[in-house]
């Protein structure tokens, strides 16, 4: 009886530094998975790009010697009630601000609209400050949004 305990014991004693060498091995041979932080569809991890610029000429195209504007506050709501549940950014120094479209209904743009909400001083909004999304495409398209000068701001 003596001589089975013993041998109990080092059959587990050699068992569980197999499973360590084992466990060693695998946890730096193989590259860790990285874990999803927002699981969802392909349509979740885009985003609606909207470059905000000062439309000098006010030929409603950026141009390379026009400015982008910083600070502009545009907001993403939906086109039926643009007062409730939008998501607001301001653009940054590039004059740029990213919608993630896993904050929308379904991650689709369809039914939104994006809002332009603070005048920049030296631009004023053009006759309609929103631009409907029902047909965005966040892979190809980009929301351009010209200020125009006021008066002050012009050549002429």
Known sequence: M???????????TVLSLAALVWLAT???????????????????????????????????VPDPDEPTLENV???????GNPTENGIQLETN???????????????QTTGYQALFL???AGYEFPAQPVVD??????L???VYFGLLPTNDNSDG
């Open 140 to 142: 190809r398209d980009t």
């Open 73 to 79: 506050q545009v907001m993403v709501t939906t086109q």
């Open 26 to 60: 695998a946890c730096t041979a193989a590259e860790p998975t990285p874990i999803r932080t927002d699981p969802g569809p392909a349509e979740c991890e885009q985003r609606v790009l909207v470059i905000v610029w000062g439309d000098l000429n006010e030929d409603g």
């Open 93 to 107: 120094e590039e004059g740029r601000a990213n919608f993630p479209t896993r904050e929308l209904e379904n991650c």
């Open 2 to 12: 003596k001589w089975q305990g013993k041998t109990n014991k080092q059959t587990w």
């Open 133 to 138: 999304l029902d047909d965005f495409d966040p």
């Open 118 to 120: 603070r005048q920049v």
